[in-house]
Each structure stands twice: as structure tokens, then as C-alpha cells.
């Protein structure tokens, strides 16, 4: 079993729907959770971290950790085109490495 | 966030040369540093560990003979491809982790990345 799985996509929403992405983990000790956005030819950029369970909501984006069922997930409401990129979900046990998924390449529509 | 540099952030060299990649943290104190490479369409692939005043531990199936690591302080990495060819042709991104601080948890912040291509 891979430490972080995303679904690979491509995920294709229309303008203005929400977009969810999904993130699940093995190591149940992990404590800190991470969204990063990287669009084609660019380095990955932080968008979201959170560390508690329940919700974290920042302007458009929401996260959603739950630790019981080892789940962490993005929400990008009011989806633009602008937001067409690799979603890199990234978990950390702290004093050791991070560990990122493949990413999730999510496609918003005109 | 904290700001990390690469420099350069575009290289072409021709085989058998060897190629210095710099990332330096601007506002901040990294003890710790990534290495990634990551080729089209692909995944971040961790290559190396970079701890401050010792030596880098590298992932299984990377050479540590081919890609010297060098983290002389706490705002500085290097990444040296030695002989290069063009199967090292890649983007080559580097990370520093931000200990603690008011969240209590490290978080890694990564540069813009080096396009390296090999002739």
C-alpha cells in the first residue's frame, strides 16, 4: 500500500462548480496535512495545511481532515480555469520526511 | 510562507560537464533541504535529504556519487550533477522545511526549480 494515494485524474469540472479532491494515508501517526498546487513546468506551491480534524477554510478553498478514517480533502468552490493544475496532498510525522501522493491534475472548463 | 531561491533556473550543458543548482532560503533558517526531480508528466521524485553541517542521505537508487549535495549553511544548498548526460535531463526542485514556528509543525516550501537539459 502506497503512504499517500490521490486518484491521478484528470478531474474535469465546469467554471463556477466545486471541485473535490481526494487524499487518503497510511501511517496513522502522521500529524500535519498539506495541499500544494503545481501547474505545468512550475514548482509546487502551498495553498493549505491543517492539523486538526474537521474543516480549514481559506477564501475559496476548504481542507477536510479526518484522522479516523486516514482522509484529507480540498475543496475549490466557485472553480476558475486559472485553477487547472496538479494537486500535490502531502502529509508529515513530525522530525521526519514529508511524503507527497502522485497528485490529482484537475481540469476546470470554460 | 517563507521564500526559497534556485539559481539558475534554466540550464543547458553539453555530456560529461558537471552542473552546480544553488537554493537558498531568503528569509529564514533551513537545517533541512530537499532535493526532487521530477520528469514530464511524472511525479516528484525525492532524491536527497540535506541536514545542515553533515551529509545528505539519499533515497535507494539514487547516486550519491553522481549528484553531490552540499549544505555548508543554514541558507544554502547545492546540488552538483556530475558527468552529465542526457538521461539526467530533468526539473530539479529544492525544498526547505520551516520548523515549528506559531502552527507547531514543520512546513516545506519549495523553489521555483531548475530546468536542466543535457545535449
Known amino acids: 500500500q502506497k503512504e499517500v494515494e490521490q486518484n491521478s485524474g484528470p478531474l474535469s469540472v465546469p467554471e463556477g462548480a466545486i471541485a473535490s479532491l481526494n487524499c487518503t494515508y497510511s501511517?496513522?501517526?502522521?500529524?500535519?496535512f498539506f495541499w500544494y498546487r503545481q501547474y505545468s513546468g512550475k514548482s509546487p506551491e502551498l495553498i493549505m495545511s491543517?492539523?486538526?480534524?474537521g474543516d480549514k477554510e481559506d477564501g475559496r478553498f476548504t481542507a477536510q481532515l479526518n484522522k479516523a478514517s486516514q482522509y484529507v480533502s480540498l475543496l475549490i468552490r466557485d472553480s476558475q480555469p486559472s485553477d487547472s493544475a496538479t494537486y500535490l496532498c502531502?502529509?508529515?510525522?513530525?522530525?521526519?520526511?514529508?511524503?507527497f501522493g502522485p497528485g490529482t491534475r484537475l481540469s476546470v472548463l470554460p | 510562507g517563507a521564500v526559497v531561491s534556485q539559481h539558475p533556473s534554466r540550464v543547458i550543458c553539453k555530456s560529461g560537464t558537471s552542473v552546480k543548482i544553488e537554493c537558498r532560503s531568503l528569509?529564514?533558517?533551513?537545517?533541512?533541504m530537499f532535493w526532487y526531480r521530477q520528469f514530464p508528466k511524472q511525479s516528484l521524485m525525492l532524491m536527497a535529504t540535506?541536514?545542515?553541517?553533515?551529509?545528505?542521505?539519499?533515497e535507494q537508487g539514487v547516486e550519491k556519487d553522481k549528484f553531490l549535495i552540499n549544505h555548508a549553511s543554514l541558507t544554502l544548498s547545492t546540488l552538483t550533477v556530475t558527468s552529465a548526460h542526457p538521461e539526467d535531463s530533468s526539473f530539479y526542485i529544492c525544498?526547505?522545511?520551516?520548523?515549528?514556528?506559531?502552527?507547531?509543525?514543520?512546513?516545506?516550501?519549495f523553489g521555483p526549480g531548475t530546468r536542466l537539459t543535457v545535449l
Open positions: 525544498s526547505a522545511r520551516v520548523a515549528g514556528g506559531y502552527t507547531g509543525t514543520d512546513t516545506q516550501y
Open positions: 501511517d496513522r501517526g502522521s500529524q500535519s
Open positions: 491543517i492539523y486538526s480534524n
Open positions: 502531502a502529509v508529515n510525522r513530525n522530525g521526519q520526511n514529508f511524503v
Open positions: 528569509d529564514f533558517q533551513a537545517t533541512t
Open positions: 540535506s541536514n545542515e553541517g553533515s551529509k545528505a542521505t539519499y
